[in-house]
């Protein structure tokens, strides 16, 4: 077994530090340099991207489980938005040609409310909002403005942020929301191929089938047909050639399960009283539910704390608040809970956890290799020409970009092999998760006796296939490729 490569975190810090001695007489570069170096240290940088009304806000306020996004069409929605982990609350306004300044905080109807002070959205470079939040320690959330917007600054804001012309993204990964797959979300999503560092990888984008709840307009089982969709976009070659995968979120229900009142749950525990034929009545559209009359000799919440629900709940989360109510659930709590279970938001964070957390040094590394390619290439200069081979040769010996560039061409179909070898593969290089229990098919507590086993049958399996005089050169190249990362799960148990 080969002795294990340094971490590849390690080594691109290295080269950070090489590149800023060698420009150390270019203040611009080691900024820049500087600046990426810091970023190692800080949590992972997560955008929320996606067209308008695709739920990008509210998504935030669920993960976060703090209204802390504004979620109205104001003019901050407008703006790129930082949400960091802080011990006290504070939002700052970063104008684009006058020094920073801190807002005030207020909040209306239980949301946080920003004002600019009269600065004009189109003159601010982007808002800060540090809040005291366990979610946001381990990722920093940035919300951006909708793709395709009819304003065509809004949407400027989004592409130059997330995808810049000059310069790598200021994102480590992202969460992209969509609807239903649109060409324009096919065409953002191809955009983060066209950078030239560890390009052709969906290594860093995740797809969120957002408002889940409203594709089977608000019946009780849209969920479900929700997550067919999903299943159905993941199996899709193009879309698995774009992003890790698809999970179906009702980011609304999500947020208000989070975030759920008091006053709200009297509000719904009134509904389920009254006689079912009404409010299956009333529940038949937004408008009916807000504006019909009660029936006579009956009470309930009046038709303004009832938009109010319809607000925060949706025709989704109303019906089945109301129908778990009737069943018996008279807790809050329990009906909180079962909110948040039902919307998706676990699974999104499960995969959250597999596919960014877990690749941090990676995804981190990815970033840093983008900031140094991105000064060799402006700033050419003899002395640095063994920077330039050294970043050729950390994308070309680095096993966990090889990986990277393997999961991109299985998922693309350019290799054929049975599905079942196939779907093993893309796990073993990390297509399911980094850990060593993901790659195996394992439960997360597998105990190592049962991992080390796991991975030494792996080895053989794949060892043969490498060697078989059956497998093509393709085949047995890829087989070799993953006969390393099962050795590299062993080398990690080992240590």
């Keep these: ?94 104008p684009r040609d ?112 957002s408002r889940a709840d409203e594709i089977g307009v608000g019946r009780l089982d849209a969920l479900s047909s929700a997550r067919r969709i999903a299943r159905r976009y993941r199996a899709d070659e193009k879309i698995r050639g774009l992003c890790q995968t698809v999970v179906a979120v009702a980011g609304l229900l999500a947020q208000t399960g989070r975030t759920m009142r008091q006053d709200e749950f009297a509000a719904l525990t009134a509904l389920a009283e009254l006689p079912r034929s009404d409010l299956d009545g009333m529940l038949l559209s937004v408008d009916r539910f807000s ?49 948040v279970k039902r919307s998706g938001l676990d699974e999104l964070r499960s995969v959250l956890t597999t596919q960014f957390s877990e690749r941090r040094d990676l995804l981190k590394a990815r970033s840093a290799l983008l900031a140094v390619d991105l000064v060799l290439t402006r700033e050419p200069r003899p002395a640095a020409a063994p920077l330039v081979a050294e970043v050729e040769r950390i994308l070309a010996g680095a096993h966990e970009f090889a990986e990277l560039r393997l999961l991109s061409t299985l998922r693309s179909g350019a290799i054929k092999m049975p599905t079942e070898a196939l779907q093993e593969a893309e796990r073993l290089l990390g297509g399911d998760g980094g850990s060593a229990a993901a790659r195996l098919g394992l439960e997360p507590d597998a105990g190592p006796d049962e991992l080390w086993s796991a991975a030494l049958d792996a080895v053989a399996r794949w060892q043969r296939r490498a060697e078989s005089p059956m497998s093509g050169r393709a085949v047995s190249d890829m087989a070799r490729l993953v006969v390393r990362s099962c050795e590299g799960i062993l080398a990690g148990l080992r240590r």
């Excluded at 540090?130 to 009819?150: C, E, N």
């Design 1 to 94: 077994m080969t002795a294990p490569a340094p971490h590849l975190g390690s080594v691109v810090r290295v080269l950070l530090r090489r590149t800023i001695d060698a420009y150390h007489d270019s203040p611009q570069a080691v900024g820049w340099l500087q600046y990426n170096l810091n970023r190692f240290d800080e949590p992972l940088r997560v955008a929320i991207a996606g067209k308008v009304k695709a739920g990008k806000s509210t998504l935030l306020n669920a993960l976060v489980g703090e209204e802390i996004a504004p979620t109205d069409a104001g003019e901050c929605t407008r703006i790129v938005t930082w949400y960091l982990d802080a011990q006290i609350p504070k939002v700052t306004m970063f």
């Design 291 to 339: 504006r019909t009359d009660l029936p006579d000799g009956t009470t309930g919440p009046d038709a303004d704390a009832r938009a109010r629900l319809m607000e925060r709940f949706g025709l989704f989360g109303v019906r089945l608040s109301t129908t778990l109510i009737r069943q018996g659930v008279t807790d809050p709590n329990a009906i909180a809970s079962e909110l």
């Design 98 to 209: 006058t020094p920073p300044r801190q807002l005030t905080i207020s909040r209306a109807s239980g949301a946080l409310k920003f004002d600019l002070q009269g600065t004009r959205v189109e003159d601010v470079d982007k808002l800060e909002v540090q809040w005291p939040s366990q979610s946001l320690r381990t990722h920093t959330l940035i919300d951006t403005p909708g793709i395709a917007s009819l304003s065509s600054d809004t949407s400027a804001r989004a592409g130059a942020f997330l995808t810049p012309d000059d310069s790598p993204s200021q994102a480590d990964a992202v969460i992209y929301l969509m609807r239903h797959l649109h060409a324009t979300d096919v065409r953002f999503l191809e955009s983060f191929f066209d950078q030239g560092v560890a390009k052709a990888t969906p290594i860093n984008t995740i797809g969120v089938l």
